[in-house]
């Protein structure tokens, strides 16, 4: 069965309700393999039907067992067998290494003495959503920045800040992060589910859960509305550029690490192949709800490593020339190298005033991980450079212009 073979059959199958078919014919489809004999009838053997946890960042690079420990992506997650995206039972295999198992970050890995990680819980139409809320130690009713921040598949609000660790940052800065959190009952992994049409809009869907996580904080306490902003990991991280695409008059500046572009994929066949390929957002258009309407241009900085065998790093050239289609920009390129890590290449739009409008951090020899990011935390690569803190760099030099807000 030829690869588009493949995808035609694994789009029916989605269409009719067969996520576990179609999620094991694609893992197949993505490891080389061509499906000899596979069919509609057959592709359901791996799994009991109607499960369909529908995980697809949630692969973990392999390192050469070669390289010395300290390059190695710390934390690193379980590599995810088609057995274990089926919902069936995780089998050893060869080659592939023993699944970790990690004790939950501690809460000194994730909070500063002294100031509060509380919860909370949004609800409307279309479902309910919890999240954490770090409240820095200085805030005392003053205006402050708003970060949200989107976990990727299998994680967590407190595993995601205790690998980032933008409380600690944000801490220094004095700012307000929120952490919403993606439930199994919505995803079986936990992914956010960027890549479905009616979570890519506007009002509906998991967008609409995410606004309203964002404008209940900024009703509950004091928070600079032309100073939020959003960000994320992998899925995550594609979340957060759909709504940089569907609330521009809400998030001043989007940071994307190791995501995808809005509209890149429309369902789950066509997830997989961006993430493989590159995706192009040529499914976002006028009137089809997916991108804003008008001339919006919300600043973005991307991270990606040139080693992601996960989400391949063509996706973060599609983030910023999608993101820089209405501006007219000049780019400057940078080349650097963390003292005892990755090097990397950072690439600069301005506009006419001089204003870094959009960040491209190529990390070269990283992979599907948190760049800078912690051990206490999972997809973690301490090698840098430090993405947090280049993050929240980039998102305090913006704020909501007047024509957004």
Known sequence: MLNQDIVREATRLTRAGRLVEATALLQRMLRG???????????????????APLIIDAKANRIAETDRPFSRVTSTPPHMPSEELSGGA???????????????????????????????????????RAYKLFIPGHYQGQP????????????????????????????????????PAQPRAANQAKCWNWFRTEDQQRGRGEPSLIEGITRQIMRDYAVDPKRVYIGGLSAGAAAA??????????????????GLACGAATDLPSAFVAMRQ????ASSGSGDGIM???????????????????VHPANADHILALSARTTRTQMTVYRGRVAGGHAFTRTVHTDAR?????????????????????????YTDPRGPDATKEMLRFFLAHTLPEQRG
């Open 33 to 51: 393999g061509t499906a000899p004999g596979m069919t509609s009838d057959t592709a359901g053997d791996t799994a009991p039907r109607g499960r």
């Open 90 to 128: 995780t089998k050893r295999r060869p080659g592939l290494r023993a699944r970790i198992r990690r004790a939950p970050p501690s809460t000194p890995d994730i909070v500063p003495e002294g100031t509060k990680f509380i919860e909370g819980t949004y609800s409307n139409a279309a479902g309910s």
């Open 144 to 179: 402050l920045p708003l970060i949200v921040m989107l976990h990727g598949c299998t994680q967590s609000p407190d595993d995601f800040a205790a690998g980032t660790r933008m409380n600690f940052i944000a801490e220094e800065q004095t700012c307000l992060v929120a952490y």
């Open 241 to 258: 550029a759909v709504m940089g695409a569907t609330y521009p008059d809400l998030y001043a500046a989007i940071g994307i690490h190791s």
């Open 278 to 281: 590159g995706g192009t957002a």
């Open 292 to 310: 804003p309407t008008g001339d919006a241009t919300v600043p973005a900085i991307a991270f990606h490593g040139d080693r992601d065998m996960t």
């Open 354 to 378: 001089g204003r870094g409008l959009f960040e491209h951090w190529s990390i070269h020899g990283a992979g599907h991980a948190w760049s800078g990011g912690s051990p206490a935390g999972s």
